[in-house]
């Protein structure tokens, strides 16, 4: 295994590697300019001149004349290109303040076969900053009943990790990483801030831009203690004035709705962007196999089939945001309201071994918000970004029903017949109408400057504190006198530079980061004193501070091919639910908990992409290690029968995770996309030795309860003016393999998750005019049992048709 010295060892040769090349390339820059005339010497107008490498490029005026500025020294390969003349690329050396570069054209026949000029892809610009990271595009997906978590569980090297169905509780892993290591953001803010309503499921893909997936080490712009991973969704900023609907219905009556609508004036940049969403299901899918039993009377189980009973869902929520855009003191600057609530029955605990029935969640948010984006402040190349969040949040466990349920719904009896009660009166411990209201206030802003093309400078610091209220109504109002009070404070700043080297071949990215986090646990405690009653504190205080830096390196071998790697040393701080727990999420509290160290390390390539006649092909492959102390877990308890299945985090001593993921992707034509992926880690307990000395006894053993090994694959086919001219008709097909995986430490028959083999498919029509697409879809088409998280199992065939309306540049 490698050793935390060897990941130290290569942190620094790459570190001292990436300020040899940084300080080898500060440079001058110069200006390309010049005349291009045909042989004939007529002058060459509107033709393109473009430098790849750099992303620039000038277009001649009528007399042939062009310039192109702030071009750094450096050799250069330089394309020429216009509908008259021949395509040429031909080498400049710039190493004065002007360099003449008037090369003659040749004319041509032949039509401009593609557009030369095309700014890269936002996909491509991040995914070769050197970090392992994948982009998803929604535009296509969009049109599918696709979930978010469905389009990110094809990703390479990510799992979705979920408690049922729509609206159950859902957690990541990445590369071996899971819960809490992985944050999850909407436009670079916590998506924590607006709610536990407000989920990526509740966000449509139709509403996002892309999908920004990061594993182990994490980009400074996004300023949080994300250890394992973290995955940013943008959502679309099209300022052009659009609105766009849709309707999804489907099994288990699942019924899906969202609206979005974009309004600018163009005169003023006053601009109203509004969007919703409604979800709602009934969850009511068959459950059966080895998890599902009903215990009867004399003790012994029954395997059954039967539908889960009381496991309904429904959130709705809806955002405005008001301002202006594109104006001359900002880019961007909203001032938003956000509503959510959601309404959620509980099956289970954390098995499905005791169903529930009346134990239920409801959830609101109210968020306020402000944005402002401006580029070039006071100076060329200075960026400032600010966004404040202030965040109320109530959430509500209702658990008061006394009986024991079986698998039918029906109350368990016992052997004379009588209905059985639950050990402590409801249905996961003591009855309780728990009130949680939280407080959240979240400051983010940053500030970049663009030294030149080469050499840029990220400042950012985030700013959050939540203020956690709790009553239980269930309680005397003695005891509701009584109720504790939990506060969290976290500062994080960090400071990063970028560099481009080699004609822009090598990019790097270094960074370091600051983390402190304090916090305040007061619970009141009535002690006798004298014979009086007399009410002190029990109280506890931390505050935690911890540095991590990091490194992102990229170098283009080739056009089409490119090497990268990126290292950290990534910590991150115990999050609210795990210092003092959560009574409707099972978790204890535990206010001892210490932060979670990794020394992430990934190295990889992508190839691509080819191109020969019609046929598009490119790859990608990236190894990866997590070696990891004091990893943050949840106690995991093998006992699936108990009554109350509530247990802490804890802090799991060193771990280590290495794994390979890679990626092949194919196209033909704009009509054939074929995907295939695979990723496998093991991640192992690594610590050998208890405090006493003891050997611990799972000291080498996988980590349980995460899935080790996946593969994914998908085809789709389009067909262009098939039943009418100008429509487009897609067929897709998904694949899903998942191997066989143990919940616990315990390796035995009972605790083992089988394989996995799920299969979708679909078809979507787009109408001429292009507004309004008709799609139909079928999840795990042959029905096989799918499992997830501590082996609870998710749907199994579904059937869904969804509507799509857009209507794009209307007036008013």
């Not at 944050?183 to 670079?188: A, H, L």
């Not at 019924?255 to 979005?260: I, K, R, T």
Request: aromatic share 14%; glycine share 6%.
């Amino acid at each position: 295994m490698i050793s935390r010295i060897d990941i130290k060892l290569i942190t620094f040769i790459t570190l001292f590697i990436s300020f040899s090349f940084t300080f080898a390339c500060f440079a001058q820059t110069g200006k390309i300019a010049g005349t291009l005339l045909f042989e004939d010497g007529n002058s060459a107008a509107s033709a393109i001149v473009y430098i790849k490498s750099l992303e620039k490029h000038a277009v001649s005026d009528d007399k042939g004349f062009y310039e192109i500025e702030n071009v750094p020294y450096g050799v250069y390969q330089i394309e020429m290109r216009s509908i008259e003349a021949e395509k040429v690329v031909l080498s400049v050396t710039v190493d004065r303040d002007v360099v003449n570069f008037s090369p003659v054209l040749k004319e041509s026949s032949h039509q401009l076969g593609e557009v030369v000029v095309r700014r890269a892809s936002e996909k491509r610009v991040i995914e070769t900053k050197g970090f392992a990271v994948n982009v998803i595009e929604t535009k296509r997906e969009a049109l599918k009943n696709f979930q978010t978590n469905e389009l990110l569980n094809k990703t390479v090297g990510v799992t979705v990790r979920q408690d049922g169905g729509l609206g159950s509780s859902v957690n990541y892993n990445l590369n071996g990483m899971s819960g809490n290591s992985v944050r999850i953001f909407v436009d670079d803010i916590p998506i924590s801030t607006y709610g536990a309503s407000f989920s990526l499921n509740s966000i449509p893909p139709a509403l996002i831009e892309r999908i920004e997936v990061y594993k182990g080490v994490i980009p400074s712009h996004l300023t949080d203690d994300a250890l394992g991973g973290a995955i940013n969704v943008i959502l679309k900023k099209n300022m052009r004035n659009n609105f766009t609907a849709s309707l999804s219905y489907g099994s288990f009556n699942t019924f899906q709705a969202n609206f979005s609508g974009t309004f600018r004036h163009h005169k003023t940049g006053f601009t109203l962007k509004l969007s919703g969403f409604h979800n709602y299901s009934d969850n009511d899918y068959e459950v059966w196999g080895k998890f599902v039993r009903n215990i009867l009377p004399n003790g012994r189980y029954e395997y059954v089939r039967a539908k889960r009973f009381s496991d309904a869902y429904r959130s709705t929520g809806g955002q405005v945001e008001i301002g202006f855009t594109d104006v001359k003191w900002a880019d961007r600057f909203f001032v938003g309201y956000n509503a959510s609530d959601d309404y959620n029955e509980i099956q289970h605990g954390t098995y499905m071994s005791i169903p529930y029935k009346g134990r239920f969640m409801k959830s609101g948010s109210h968020v306020t918000n402000l944005i402002y984006r401006k580029r070039d402040l006071f100076v060329d190349g200075l960026d400032f970004s600010f966004n404040g969040v202030y965040s109320n949040r109530v959430q509500v466990l209702n658990d008061t029903v006394k009986w024991n349920y079986n698998w039918y719904g029906e109350k368990s009896l016992g052997l004379y017949g009588d209905p059985i009660l639950r050990p402590n009166g409801a249905q996961q411990g003591a009855p309780t109408i728990n009130h949680t209201d939280r407080e959240i206030i979240t400051l983010r802003s940053g500030l970049s400057y663009e030294i030149d093309f080469r050499h840029k400078i990220v400042l950012n610091y985030a700013f959050y504190t939540i203020d956690r209220r709790e009553s239980d109504e269930m309680r005397s109002q003695v005891e509701r006198d009584f109720m504790g009070t939990r506060d969290l404070r976290k500062n994080i700043a960090s400071l990063s530079y970028e560099m481009k080297a080699f004609d822009a071949r090598l990019r790097s990215n270094l960074f370091g980061k600051y983390y402190q986090q304090m916090i305040d646990r007061m619970d009141p405690v009535l002690t006798s004193v004298d014979g009086e009653n007399v009410r002190t504190e029990d109280r506890v205080k931390s505050n935690k501070k911890a540095t991590g830096f990091g490194l992102a390196l990229s170098y283009a071998v080739l056009p089409d091919f490119m090497i990268l790697s990126s290292a950290e040393k990534a910590v991150r701080m115990p999050s609210e639910n795990e210092v003092f727990g959560s009574i409707g999420e099972n978790i204890v509290e535990n206010t001892n908990i210490k932060p979670e160290i990794s020394n992430n390390l990934n190295i990889g390539f992508k190839a691509g992409d080819y191109h020969l006649n019609k046929h598009r092909i490119s790859f990608s492959a990236t190894g990866f290690l997590r070696d990891t102390k004091d990893k943050i877990v949840q106690q995991i308890n093998p006992r699936l029968n108990d009554a109350i299945q509530t247990s802490p985090f804890e802090n799991l001593g060193k771990t280590q995770s290495v794994g390979l993921e890679a990626e092949a992707n194919y196209a033909f034509d704009d009509r054939l996309d074929i995907m295939f992926n695979v990723s496998r880690f093991n991640t192992i307990f690594n610590m050998k030795y208890d405090s006493n000395g003891n050997v611990f006894d799972y000291y080498g053993k996988q980590m349980p309860n995460e899935p080790y090994f996946t593969v994914n694959s998908s085809a789709q086919y389009t067909f262009y003016d098939l039943i009418q001219k100008k429509s487009v008709l897609n067929i897709y097909y998904n694949f899903r393999f998942v191997n066989n995986f143990y919940t616990t430490w315990l390796d035995i028959e009972d605790f083992k998750v089988p394989r996995q083999y799920i299969q979708d498919a679909g078809v979507s029509y787009l109408f001429p005019g292009k507004k309004i697409v008709v799609s139909f879809d079928v999840k795990n088409m042959f029905d096989r049992q799918v499992y997830d998280n501590f082996a609870v199992q998710k749907p199994g065939r579904a059937f869904y048709l969804k509507l799509n309306y857009t209507i794009n540049n209307f007036n008013i």
